[in-house]
């Protein structure tokens, strides 16, 4: 639906953007990030890591491809409002079922567009990523002091713990594609389909656990190894799921983490976590393998990020033995990637299911399962 209803994105320094009504009419409030992709609007509508977030798309014309039903990385859209520019009057593609602005109205999201993104990107960038409203239909007659007090009365990204807003309720199950490794617990903090997808045709049977589950429902399902997702929230507001961490580092599992994942390693190996000042959104970062020397081009979406030295070998202080940076991104050095080098245990900070975004990263999953049948054989060695 294009209408001219009028729309304003108030962020929390009292700055203001006028636009249109998009997708579903009233207020939301969210902290405002920007995200870079061309591409891959679907994917990060539906991507869980986004709730709580007014995503602020870079890219000029959105909407152009339409939503399909093969795209969806979960099982409705999760960002808290949505900002575009010029938002494509037609539908174009053969696998288009519903247009973007339908399917926002149909998820209940509050969005606008008219408004230049690239000038609020550079307000982010400047000034951080901050709390935000969109007001349209009936809220955008509040008054400019009104708004900007919804706007400052909404809780701050920092310190908040979101995975129970966007876990499974219950356990689901994905039978391994190919040749059978065993199961895998994955704890579900907001993970991805294409993740669990990857994980299936690497032979493992995927168990998609809530994010409440205790160490023993866990190790009763009887896993070769467990994988920590993707989600949203501040990593130091989860130390039932670095608790839960240690437990199957303890038990002696293989371990793998993407993104918030990865953060909770860190804090579980004893390392600690902070606020990016406007995070990483896009699918286009490069990323240093240190391993390889090899830079890939990579999907991101991250706020926060481990604090930890990009160059040497780290003692864990929380008695893990020796680790060490094992990804560095080359924009701002940021800590991309973490190798417990005692014991089984790796994770990245960005996505190597890329979904949306290039595939450079993919060997990742093929890391994952060699250090699994490693393991295994090893278990094998000794038992005979
Ligand atoms: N995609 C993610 O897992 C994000 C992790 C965390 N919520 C962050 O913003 O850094």
Redesign the pocket.
């Given at each position: 639906m294009t209408t001219s209803d009028p729309a304003v994105l108030v962020l929390e320094d009292g700055t203001r953007y006028h636009g249109h009504a998009y997708g579903a009419r009233g207020r939301t409030l969210g902290e405002a990030v920007f995200a870079t992709g061309m591409t891959g609007y679907q994917e990060t509508l539906t991507?869980p890591?986004y709730a709580g977030q007014i995503v602020v798309m870079t890219a000029p014309h959105i909407g152009n491809t339409g939503m399909n039903d093969e795209d969806p990385e979960s099982r409705r859209i999760w960002v808290s409002g949505y900002v575009v520019r010029d938002p494509s009057r037609v539908v174009s593609s053969f696998r288009a079922k519903r247009s973007l602005d339908s399917e926002l109205e149909a998820n209940g999201i509050v969005g606008m567009s008219g408004i230049d993104t690239r000038a609020v990107t550079r307000r982010l960038r400047d000034a951080g990523a901050m709390r935000a409203g969109v007001f349209s239909g009936p809220d955008a007659g509040l008054s400019p002091d009104e708004q900007l007090a919804l706007v400052r009365s909404a809780p701050e990204?920092a310190g908040l713990n979101l995975s129970a807003e966007v876990s499974v309720p219950a356990e689901t199950v994905t039978p391994a594609v190919g040749e059978r490794l065993g199961n895998l617990a994955v704890l579900d903090?907001?993970v991805k389909q294409s993740t669990v997808d990857n994980l299936a045709r690497r032979g493992f049977e995927v168990h998609v656990l809530p994010q409440d589950v205790t160490l023993e429902q866990l190790l009763a399902i009887h896993p070769v190894a467990a994988f920590y997702?993707?989600?949203?929230?501040?990593?130091e507001a989860s130390d039932s799921h670095v608790a839960l961490l240690r437990g199957i580092l303890d038990a002696g599992l293989p371990f793998f983490g993407?993104?918030?994942?990865n953060?909770l390693l860190g804090r579980a190996l004893g390392l600690g976590t902070y606020k990016?000042p406007f995070?990483h959104r896009g699918i286009n970062q490069p990323v240093l393998d240190k391993e390889t020397g090899r830079v890939e081009i990579t999907a991101h979406?991250?706020?926060?990020?481990v604090d930890a030295p990009l160059e040497g070998i780290i003692e864990s202080p929380n008695g893990y033995g020796r680790l060490e940076v094992s990804h560095i991104g080359l924009n701002d050095r940021v800590v991309e990637g973490l190798k417990a080098l005692d014991i089984p245990a790796f994770s990245v900070?960005y996505?190597p299911e890329a979904a949306a975004g290039p595939h450079d990263a993919n060997y990742l999953f093929d890391r994952f399962r060699d250090m699994v049948v490693a393991q295994q054989a090893q278990q094998k060695d000794a038992t005979n």
């Open positions: 991507d890591s990204m903090l907001g997702s993707n989600g949203p929230g501040d990593p993407i993104c918030f994942g953060q990016l995070g979406n991250h706020g926060f990020a900070q996505h």
